[in-house]
Every structure is written in structure tokens, then in C-alpha cells.
């Protein structure tokens, strides 16, 4: 069983920076890929960015491309989402999840999501 766990939202001013974690059980995380996704209130859950297993391939989202920066640390099961630039519409509730791709059915486990909150 894969528990991923999200932590590191918070409320920020426009133009600040966060940094997301998503923090992994088991034994097994070097082995596979992990993605960001976030949902606004209202809104579809969509494709943030993804890294693969040994964090040497990526993929983002090209609306956050450039303000959005996912890594990895296999030695402490965790993957990072570091956010700058923040705007409002970056608000949402981000999750993280096992898998690799821009759909959300490419992904079976996913965490319990952190809110994040831009004000303007």
C-alpha cells in the first residue's frame, strides 16, 4: 500500500513562493514516478507537473511552466513542488499522486491534498 501524504500549503501574498511536499510510506518510492495536480474550487483537477523515478525526466504544465519546479529526494521519499511567482488563480487544493502523465488516470495513489491560498 502506497500512502502519500502533501504538506507545505499555506496562505501567501501574490508574488510570493511555497514549497510542497509529498511525503511517501514504503520502500518502494524510487521506483516509481510521481505527479502534481491541483483543483480549484469549482474547477476540474488539473495536470500541474510529474516527475519520474530517478527525477531525470519531468514534465509541467505549460501554463506554470517557469514558475513551477518539481524534484525529487529518494534518500527521504519525497517529492517537492517549489511555487513562485505566485498568483490569486494559483489557489487550489494540491494533491499529489503515483503515477506518470498529464491525466489524472495515469495516477492510482494520491494524497490527501494541502490548500494553497494566493491573495491579492
Known amino acids: 500500500q502506497v500512502q502519500l501524504v502533501e504538506s507545505g500549503g499555506g496562505l501567501v501574498q501574490a508574488g510570493g513562493s511555497l514549497r510542497l511536499s509529498c511525503a511517501a510510506s514504503?520502500?518502494?518510492?524510487?521506483?516509481?514516478?510521481v505527479g502534481w495536480f491541483r483543483q480549484a474550487p469549482g474547477k476540474e483537477r488539473e495536470f500541474v507537473a510529474a516527475i519520474d523515478q530517478s527525477g531525470g525526466n519531468t514534465l509541467h504544465a505549460g501554463t506554470m511552466k517557469g514558475r513551477f519546479t518539481i524534484s525529487r529526494d529518494n534518500a527521504k521519499n519525497t517529492v517537492y513542488l517549489q511555487m513562485s511567482s505566485l498568483k490569486p488563480e494559483d489557489t487550489a487544493v494540491y494533491y499529489c499522486?503515483?503515477?506518470?502523465?498529464?491525466?489524472?488516470?495515469?495516477?492510482?495513489?494520491w494524497g490527501q491534498g494541502t490548500q494553497v491560498t494566493v491573495s491579492s
Open positions: 514504503g520502500r518502494t518510492f524510487s521506483r516509481y514516478a
Open positions: 499522486a503515483r503515477g506518470w502523465g498529464t491525466s489524472r488516470g495515469d495516477y492510482d495513489y
